[in-house]
């Protein structure tokens, strides 16, 4: 990736990671990024994950040519991003590692390296110079971690974004970028709305013309578009008009109601329908769906006098990444003592500004009569709850 002649991109490709922090299927894989800036001094902004630290550290060479980096700027500890620092430390004895005082409080904890005289700690606002460039640092805690922060450098207005404006997927996949960034920033930082909003907040305040974050591409035309997909996300407010509908089933008779729903919802005139099927398909892809859209359907069978697992795990999850501001319409399926509907409403109680449509289907088994008529007034609901 091109950024300017003396801001290098030297990050790396992981294509054949089976699971993204051991739960998101990465088809197309993933990069952690990392950048060199070459000035009177060489700032190194974050490393990668220790699976591909020889590469990185290739690619760093390359572009050193016969420098040294003088700092090592640490964004973010996870993993992903720092798995590399003991590597370049040892390497490059000399160079300074800059975080702030969150950052080396974490940082023992993963790696048993000498911090002795070679921290520069920051703080909120600081700056460091290089040379013609300045780097200043805003603290952008929870998002994703608390130690977290991002990097202005002033003479190029460059924000060097941290995981804010990540994605899954290749950087040059970048056609359609809010999908899999999308599905990145609710599953990862989905939880963390508060937090974005105030990082966008001091963002808004500087000028920036490339975004560089630890994941994806760098993005440098369009901002406007990209800050407000992320402005709509960590608000919460719905994204697209539509409804998912989000289903478990043993047998199939729950999936044909699922189904029939949809139908009806089309056949009122809704145009985005989803029906996703909670045991077969990406559970993440699926909370982004919730996410995107305004308004939800759950349908479960109520299995052991509870939910079946994957909708109790869907649940799970809707409510830990801080799931809100929707309306939801709910299905049950019992052969001979229904209790879902019951069960999904006392968990969506728990989370924050959630309508759920008050008269729920309930179906013993299979459609009949009687519960095809509660699934046509559960679609006229839906469609009047927009
Ligand atoms: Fe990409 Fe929160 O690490």
Known sequence: MEISETIRYIGVED??????????????????????ILDEKTALMDTVDSRKTKNWMENLK?????????????????????GSIAAVAAE?????????????AMLPQFFDISLEGRTLVVAEGQELSLGSHTLQFFMAPMVHWPEVMVTYE???????????????????DDGNWACEARRYYFNIVGKYGVQVQALLKKAAALDIRKIC???????????????????????????????????????????KAAEELAELLRENGEEKVVVSD????????????????DRMVLASPTYDGGLFPCMESFLMHLKSKGYQKRTVGLMENGSWAPMAAKQMRQILEGMKEITVIEQAVSIRSSLNDKSREELKALAEQIGEAY
């Not at 390359?62 to 720092?82: G, Q």
């Not at 909670?278 to 919730?290: G, K, Q, S, T, Y």
Request: no cysteine.
């Open 92 to 104: 490059y004895p000399e160079m300074a590692l800059v975080g702030n005082a969150k950052t080396f």
């Open 278 to 293: 909670l045991a077969r398909e990406d559970m993440a892809e699926v909370i982004e769906d919730a996410f995107r859209y």
């Open 62 to 82: 390359a572009e050193l040519k016969d420098r040294k980096p003088d700092y090592l700027v640490i964004s973010h500890l996870e993993p992903d991003h720092a």
């Open 15 to 36: 294509r054949d990671i089976d699971l993204f922090e051991s739960q998101y299927v990465v088809p197309e894989g993933i990069t952690y990024n990392s950048y060199l």
């Open 213 to 255: 974050p630890l994941h994806g591409p760098v993005l440098d035309e369009n901002l406007p578009y990209y800050i407000e997909k992320y402005d709509t996300w960590s608000s919460y407010r719905p994204e697209d008009k539509g409804v998912l509908i989000a289903y478990a089933s043993v047998y199939g008779n729950t999936a």
């Open 154 to 172: 002033q003479t190029e207005k460059v924000l060097f974004s941290a995981d804010g404006f990540g994605r899954f997927g290749m950087p040059e």
